[in-house]
């Protein structure tokens, strides 16, 4: 561990360079406008890897744009439309295997931990697009109905998983020499027409009851959720209708209980 990473006013990138180190920088910035209690506007950009003039694979950005409001209903209610895109390849990184001080470890530089993503839940090469609406009636209970719409690439897009790339004991010559890399000469994309891709439709409504300022202290919450999900092939058929023999249905019920000692 690096503590120099811990110090605000020590350039990450500089602190990188005069350690020799093989850390995995990003960029990231947010922007929002509020009218408070009415209104919020908001957008995020994130460049994991940004080269405007080399091939599109290696531009490994994603970005968030979304809108808050209140209803004028005479009761608490949060209303939701937001839409993220993950481009491919981001939160990746090259296997690095040069590395004297580390014994000559391979090691892999992505935006994980554990092989969980640190950053969106979503995957590379993907996009989603969020409805949702709360509503608060009582200081007891609350409930809330939610639309997410999700499309991610399937396994013959390149860049649609958190995986690593670039081994040079495969490649022979690293990063650039891998043909399902970033960084291979003459990478493309063409989002949901370059291959497989899955289509998630996915409606939740839940509802939770507080006994806090009531009898006791615990809350219970349940959820349904109905998951309609099916791949589809631009590439082939010229058209984004269901993949014959590819669509699931799905039906989730959630039961929570959270309880608190007094």
């Given at each position: 561990?690096?503590?120099?990473?811990?110090?605000?006013?020590?350039?990450?990138?500089f602190l990188?360079?005069?350690?020799?180190?093989?850390?995995?920088?990003?960029?990231?910035?947010?922007?929002?406008?509020?009218?408070?209690?009415?209104?919020?506007?908001?957008?995020?950009?994130?460049?994991?890897?940004?080269?405007?003039?080399?091939?599109?694979?290696?531009?490994?950005?994603?970005?968030?744009?979304g809108v808050?409001?209140?209803?004028?209903?005479?009761?608490?209610?949060?209303?939701?439309?937001?839409?993220?895109?993950?481009?491919?390849?981001?939160?990746?990184?090259?296997?690095?295997?040069?590395?004297?001080?580390?014994?000559?470890?391979?090691?892999?530089?992505?935006?994980?931990?554990?092989?969980?993503?640190?950053?969106?839940?979503?995957?590379?090469?993907?996009?989603?697009?969020?409805?949702?609406?709360?509503?608060?009636?009582?200081?007891?209970?609350?409930?809330?109905?939610?639309?997410?719409?999700?499309?991610?690439?399937?396994?013959?897009?390149?860049?649609?998983?958190?995986?690593?790339?670039?081994?040079?004991?495969?490649?022979?010559?690293?990063?650039?020499?891998?043909?399902?890399?970033?960084?291979?000469?003459?990478?493309?994309?063409?989002f949901l027409?370059?291959?497989?891709?899955?289509?998630?439709?996915?409606?939740?409504?839940?509802?939770?009851?507080?006994?806090?300022?009531?009898?006791?202290?615990?809350?219970?919450?349940?959820?349904?959720?109905?998951?309609?999900?099916?791949?589809?092939?631009?590439?082939?058929?010229?058209?984004?209708?269901?993949?014959?023999?590819?669509?699931?249905?799905?039906?989730?019920?959630?039961?929570?209980?959270?309880?608190?000692?007094?």
């Amino acid at each position: 561990m690096e503590l120099g990473y811990l110090f605000p006013f020590i350039p990450s990138l500089f602190l990188q360079e005069t350690t020799g180190d093989y850390d995995n920088i990003l960029f990231g910035a947010t922007i929002a406008l509020s009218w408070p209690g009415v209104l919020r506007l908001y957008g995020t950009f994130l460049a994991d890897e940004l080269k405007p003039n080399t091939p599109a694979l290696r531009n490994q950005t994603a970005y968030q744009a979304g809108v808050k409001a209140t209803l004028p209903t005479g009761i608490w209610s949060l209303i939701t439309l937001q839409y993220t895109k993950i481009e491919p390849f981001t939160y990746t990184h090259y296997i690095t295997d040069n590395t004297p001080w580390y014994y000559g470890l391979e090691m892999e530089t992505g935006y994980q931990n554990h092989g969980e993503n640190i950053g969106s839940y979503l995957e590379p090469n993907s996009d989603e697009l969020l409805f949702s609406l709360h509503v608060q009636p009582s200081r007891s209970w609350t409930a809330h109905f939610t639309y997410r719409m999700i499309r991610h690439g399937g396994s013959d897009v390149k860049g649609s998983t958190f995986d690593s790339w670039g081994e040079s004991s495969i490649t022979g010559d690293g990063a650039d020499a891998d043909p399902n890399g970033a960084y291979y000469p003459g990478g493309t994309k063409d989002f949901l027409k370059d291959g497989t891709y899955e289509w998630f439709h996915i409606f939740s409504l839940g509802a939770s009851l507080d006994f806090r300022h009531l009898f006791a202290p615990m809350k219970f919450s349940i959820q349904y959720s109905f998951v309609y999900e099916y791949d589809s092939d631009y590439s082939s058929n010229n058209s984004f209708t269901a993949i014959e023999g590819s669509e699931i249905f799905r039906h989730l019920l959630t039961l929570k209980v959270n309880l608190w000692a007094k």
